[in-house]
């Protein structure tokens, strides 16, 4: 357990509603992500962090924003969500080496998003 | 671009006996790791096992052993005396170094049967 929590677990909003998903560690690692997983499909990367202030897109940024004001909390913001944003969202973290991340990810436990 | 094909959408096995699945990927680089999640009912992704992509043993964890052929781009999880508690869906992942990402495969659904 790499110290990784989620909140909230399960959501269920609207279409056109903001939605914020919160990732919080307690292990001071620099790199954070949070991807999507839909069924019959891997994880995609949607936004990540490599520290405070510091983010960049991943495969499926449309309609998503991230902030990282601390270490230990990266936020994902659906500032309208969709229907086809309904999925489960994962937050992970690795480890810094060298100045960059190390190549093994932990992960949160999940978040269950519906938007109706 | 990496791309990372598991074949297998869906698998079983019975109970004690060994099972293999499939994962193949494309990529031009040389410096990457690849890995083997399982994924429980829980949701919960659980690290089975990792892979240096300079080594060429192959990385063994307990009852998961990998068969990784790099010039094949072929990297398959062999699971021996298969227990009902690995039942879980298992997603194959490569990890490119220089881009500090991973690309994940579509997951294959392994049931454990008594």
Redesign the interface.
Known sequence: DAGITQSPRHKVTETGTPVTLRCHQTENHRYMYWYRQDPGHGLRLIHYSYGVKDTDKGEVSDGYSVSRSKTEDFLLTLESATSSQTSVYFCAISETNSGGPTDTQYFGPGTRLTVL | AQT?TQSQ?EMSVQEAETVTLSCTYDTSENNY?L?WYKQPP????I?VI?QEAYKQQNATENRFSVNFQKAAKSFSLKISDSQLGDTAMY?C?F?N?NA???T????TTLTVKP
Request: glycine share 14%; hydrophobic share 35%; aromatic share 24%.
């Open positions: 990372v959408p790791y890995f829980s949701r919960q992704m690290l990792r997603f992942a990890y170094t500090g990402k991973s994940f495969g579509d997951g």
